[in-house]
């Protein structure tokens, strides 16, 4: 099987620091550039898990810098280049500490919070008598804040600004250019036969002005379903046919494991890794129109080192 890449520890020219997240490390590079490196790791209910994915790092890179270059008429972004599969350069920016999440059908923890009886999702109020996966009259924003560490929690747009997380005239942009993307979003979905059914947007602040950061629409920030039979699954109470990190969620909590005290995540077979790889690459040929092209996984961490430094160059 392929080798992944799980951890990283590169020192580049003006490094000042480094924050390994769930999935990306992001080497700070002096007060300008970050250099964000997508790794294979896997998070699912905010917990690593302990084997990598084969190719997921690049799938989530490549779509990424897909919708970033297609989105860039809407809001700027960070990204700067490309100069691996796995790496993107871009501007250093100062982060919102809430993450705005979009969702335009009721599935995911929140069809489990609303089966459970909960009506209200971030201060707003939902309809009774929906059903799973149905559709809103319209995209909901659910933000969360954002935590270095541990679980990120869901919070109200009202808290967001009465507590000062983010002034009440950013919030409206970030609302406003949210909006955009997801319907963008869908809009390029409609076009590969997919829906996206919702997803998350992180942005930042540089000298004043705000930049969408991160990624975005990729399987590990959005869950897509095929439109093609979703009318019918949806009549019949059917699961939906999805392209997203959702199956993973979905094996993990058939067999006894959502990140709860005592919980242990199951056995991942090189079998299991392989099926999940080979899941992301079907969401990055589906989504974008294009045939994955695998790069060389024998030295990762040499193949980057070099790119990133003949791009700093």
């Not at 992180?202 to 439109?227: C, N, Q, V, W």
């Not at 993973?248 to 299991?272: A, C, H, S």
Request: glycine share 8%; proline share 4%; with cysteine.
């Amino acid at each position: 099987m392929a080798q992944t890449l799980v951890r990283t520890d590169f020192q580049f020219p003006h490094q000042d620091h480094v924050y390994h997240g769930k999935v990306r490390d992001v080497y700070f590079l002096g007060s300008e550039q970050v250099a964000m490196i997508a790794t294979d790791r896997i998070s699912a209910f905010d917990v690593v898990l302990p084997k990598g994915i084969p190719y997921k790092g690049q799938v989530l890179n490549q779509i990424a810098t897909y919708f970033l270059e297609a989105t860039r008429d809407i809001v700027p972004n960070w990204l700067i280049s490309a100069p691996d599969p796995m790496v993107s350069l871009g501007l250093r920016c100062e982060p919102f500490r809430v993450e705005m999440v979009i969702r335009g059908y009721l599935t995911g923890s929140a069809w489990r919070a609303y089966k459970a009886g909960e009506r209200t999702l971030c201060g707003i109020q939902l309809p009774d008598g929906m059903r799973e996966n149905e559709a809103f009259p319209s995209p909901i924003i659910t933000p969360t804040t954002k935590e270095d560490v541990g679980h990120d929690e869901n919070i109200s747009r009202e808290e967001i600004i009465r507590t000062g997380l983010v002034s009440e005239e950013d919030y409206k942009q970030l609302e406003a250019y949210t909006y955009a993307l997801f319907k963008r979003g869908q809009e390029m979905a409609r076009e590969r036969g997919l829906i996206l059914v919702d997803t998350k947007y992180e942005f930042g602040k540089k000298d004043g002005k705000i930049y969408l950061i991160d990624e975005i629409h990729t399987p590990d920030s959005s869950r897509y379903f095929y439109a093609e039979g979703y009318e019918e699954r949806f009549e019949r109470g059917e699961e939906q046919k999805q392209l997203s990190k959702e199956f993973v969620r979905q094996w993990l909590i058939k067999n006894g494991f959502q990140g709860r005290d005592g919980e242990v995540v199951p056995e991942m077979t090189e079998e299991y890794c392989k099926s999940v790889s080979d899941r992301y690459i079907e969401l990055y040929e589906t989504v974008t129109g294009r045939a994955f092209v695998a790069e060389p996984t024998d030295d990762l961490a040499a193949r980057i080192e070099r790119n990133v430094l003949a791009a700093l160059k």
